[in-house]
């Protein structure tokens, strides 16, 4: 057993931005105040609710994960963040209609307390968005500046310990990397230049990691996902993680497709489509965003199938997405899944998924355990990427070396494993040998 990792106790309050006070923030901050006052579960949240098995089978140890490691209490979370609507968090979780009234009315004064600064917005990113609440600037470096100062104040007058950003604002046109991205010098002559290649997104991660703060990206933008804001984030001891939360229907893609594999049953075709009528897909319905969650939703097959190890089974499979605009539905997201399999001497088989979900509940668990697991990773002193935490994303980042793990349970083992090498725990593998011979 190896010695365990320094890790500094989360004393004091946490800050959390929130780049985006829309639906899914405003469920996250709801859902964490009804949490508080023992009014509801915080279902889905692995820092909350899961158990983490430590040592042999035999042994019978199985503590919650968040007394095992030194979490910040949901007590010590401190709200803030920026928007382009004025609404305060109330009436933003009123608009976004996630959550029933009876709730919201229970949280009403802490939410109604929490109002948007304004944001840094660029219609050219996010075409079928605007609104009023935005910063106006010279040009991008001065815009970033003004984050900064918000960051600083907000610590000031909450008097907090710590702070993580995270990106819950909406999917941004689709980008490839720049000259302006390649080195932190040449992105901070970009900003200063008003490069288009910089969007929103990336003031936003630039502001935090010049201020030392971790910082998540809940979208498929590109954001963090370039040389500089990773040199930079290595360069300031800054944790990053990304991109776009693993929510609906990739969640089940997930969880079926390293079923189909480790049976080696043949995928011919994959067709997704997918109704929602909230912000996001008001955003979706401009092809250039579309192409930016398409792109991170597609990977994910190639990458869990691996159809240049298994040719015969995967390689020529038709993969389909589709994202349509439904305002009806609102948040209450449905998605279909058709697919075509090949088993035992090439006879065709299909499987059907018609997964109802509600996209900012499923999201919300996501934002509090990346929140608290990117604290404790500043708390031990880790920078740059957290490949670890890619349970939670649809298109994790990793290593330029490196291909992405898809497969949601070997990420599950990543991650739990992480959490056991920082305690000086026994790496679990699963072999079990010990038990037979």
């Known amino acids: 057993m190896k010695q365990p ?48 098995r430590l040592g042999k089978r035999t042994e019978g140890r199985s503590p919650l994960v968040k007394d095992l490691v030194p979490l910040a209490s949901l007590d010590d979370l401190v709200f803030g963040g920026w928007d382009i609507f004025e609404d305060d968090s109330y009436s ?17 004064p802490e939410l109604e307390a929490i109002t948007p600064w304004p944001a840094v917005f660029d219609r050219r990113y996010v075409k079928r968005l605007d609104g009023p609440n935005v ?10 500046e003004q984050v900064r100062e918000d960051i600083r104040r907000f610590k000031a007058e909450k008097g907090l310990d710590r702070l993580v950003m995270i ?7 689709f980008m490839t990397p720049s000259p302006a991205h390649q080195s932190i010098e040449a992105f901070e002559a970009g900003l200063c230049a008003n490069d288009v290649t910089i969007p929103s997104s990336m ?79 008001e955003v979706l319905d401009d092809p250039e965003s579309f192409k930016t969650k398409e ?17 015969q089974l995967y390689k020529d499979l038709c993969h389909v997405v589709r994202i349509n605009y439904y305002p009806p539905r609102g948040d209450n997201k449905e998605g ?49 990427i957290q490949e670890w935490l890619s349970f939670y994303f649809k298109s994790p980042m990793h290593a330029p070396e490196l291909y992405p793990e898809h497969d949601l349970f070997i990420q599950l083992m ?24």
């Open 336 to 384: 279909w899944d058709n697919i075509d399999l090949v088993g035992w001497l090439g006879y065709p088989m299909q499987l059907k998924i018609n997964f109802l979900c509600r996209d900012s509940i499923l999201a919300a668990p996501i934002v509090l355990d990346l929140v608290l697991f990117l604290d404790l990773a500043a708390r031990v002193g880790w920078s740059g």
């Open 203 to 281: 003031v936003y991660a630039y502001a935090a990691l010049k201020e030392g703060i971790p910082f998540a990206n809940g979208a498929p933008n590109l954001t963090v996902d370039v040389p500089a804001l990773m040199a930079l984030a290595q360069q300031n001891g800054c944790p990053i993680a990304g991109k776009d939360f693993k929510t609906g229907q990739t969640l089940i893609k997930t969880v079926v497709a390293p079923g189909m594999k480790a049976r080696l049953i043949g995928v011919r075709g994959w067709y997704s489509t997918n109704i929602l009528g909230n912000r996001d897909g």
């Open 5 to 52: 990792a320094e890790i500094a106790q989360p004393t004091g309050k946490l800050g959390i931005l929130l780049v985006g006070l829309g639906a899914v923030s405003t469920t996250f901050i709801a859902g964490v105040m009804a949490v508080r006052k023992g009014i509801a579960s915080p279902i889905g949240s692995l820092t909350q609710m899961g158990t983490i």
């Open 167 to 173: 990106w819950c604002g909406s999917t941004e046109i």
């Open 92 to 108: 933003a979780a009123r608009t976004a209609g996630v959550l029933d009234e009876g709730l919201l009315e229970q949280v009403r």
């Open 414 to 437: 990543k991650l739990k494993n992480t959490l056991r090498y920082l305690k000086g725990e026994e790496l679990i593998t699963h072999l079990g040998r010990e038990y037979y011979d």
């Open 295 to 311: 792109e991170s939703k597609k990977s994910v097959l190639d990458y869990i199938l691996q159809p240049d190890l298994y040719p």
């Open 135 to 144: 910063k106006r600037g010279a040009n991008k470096m001065e815009l970033a």
